[in-house]
């Protein structure tokens, strides 16, 4: 796979498998995990971004991108082990930001749940875990073998993915599509994006056990936490907002308007601002955020919680 000279990740072993990753900056460390079906380009403006005053981690989950599969089966509580394996490998010894979109805010939640003290904050960014409803290119793959059929690689399908993540068009760009094409063609994309999407829910949408199980977990922490959407969305619904707004009432919350399932991409510098006001307000070590803070636009009241191309054809990414 290509990238630009100057933005081209590297690799770091874990559990004996190469795993693609991106580090840059220096301050507090940070680590930006993406979603079902996707690859770390998709925090490559936000990864830029807070490079100036933090360490930041983005990272391929494995089997996805540039990061070879697990041995074991890729479901949640496994995607979450690898994030602390990988911490340990890069040499994260403190307490680290976690920011998830999609998928990556599940594994978020349950590395928090599993592992409290690896985690001084978490941004939830369109985070699975809040709903059922899922959009129905990712409810189609539970159906076998209609699932493996939907993923062979094709360029209308990587575009119609690309185009499904965004409210605005011009973000589905001839780059992002040809990028999202080439890993969909990778020899375990298929199989890994399939394996997770089984594990996460069926037909009619994502499973209520294990989120259920997640948030009774999530809801006991005191982690600083945000959670984020975009009004738009057609992966995962806004109203899974208000979800996260009730069954995580501490956490600080925000909406973006006019806004697909990406903030971090199309809304790249008003996330960065809001995060970046989160963690000033949580504080440096993630200490919980003091009472008289004042929260950023459509935040809920008080603040437990935080502020603000694998691209896969057909699937977009969802969960």
């Excluded at 920011?99 to 978020?108: K, R, T």
């Excluded at 999407?197 to 948030?215: C, D, I, K």
């Amino acid at each position: 796979m290509t990238a630009p000279a100057a933005r081209r990740p590297r690799h770091v072993t874990v559990d004996g498998r190469r795993v693609c990753h991106r580090v840059d900056g220096d301050g507090p460390p940070v680590v930006l995990l993406h979603g079902i079906g996707r690859t770390l380009r998709d925090f490559t403006e936000l990864h830029e971004l807070l490079a100036d005053r933090f360490r930041v981690h983005s990272v391929d989950l494995p089997g996805y991108g540039g990061s070879l599969p697990m041995a074991q089966p890729c479901t949640l509580p496994a995607l979450a082990g690898f994030v602390g394996r990988y911490l340990d490998a890069v040499g994260v010894d403190r307490p680290a930001h976690v920011v998830g979109n999609s998928l990556g805010g599940a594994i978020a939640m349950r590395l928090a749940a599993s592992e409290p003290a690896r985690v001084a904050s978490l941004a939830l960014v369109n985070s699975a875990g809040f709903g059922r409803e899922v959009t129905i290119a990712l409810r189609l793959l539970a159906l076998r073998p209609l699932g493996r059929l939907l993923l062979r690689p094709s360029r209308w399908a990587a575009r119609r993915a690309e185009l499904s993540l965004f409210h605005d068009p011009a973000f589905a760009t001839a780059e992002r599509v040809a990028y999202a094409l080439e890993v969909a063609r990778l020899p375990y994309a298929a199989r890994v994006m399939l394996e997770t999407a089984h594990h996460l829910g069926t037909f009619r949408g994502v499973s209520a056990q294990w989120r259920e199980e997640l948030l009774s977990e999530v809801e006991r922490l005191d982690i600083p936490t945000f959670v984020v959407w975009g009004d738009r969305d057609l992966i995962l619904p806004a109203s899974h907002l208000d979800a996260a707004r009730a069954r995580l009432p501490r956490a600080r919350t925000h909406l973006f308007r006019n806004c697909g399932h990406m903030p971090q991409i199309e809304c790249a510098e008003e996330f960065h601002r809001l995060l970046v006001d989160f963690w000033s307000t949580a504080g440096a070590d993630a200490a919980p955020a003091s009472a008289g803070a004042a929260p950023p636009d459509d935040a809920a009241p008080s603040g437990h919680g935080a502020p603000p191309a694998v691209d896969r054809p057909v699937v977009a990414e969802a969960g």
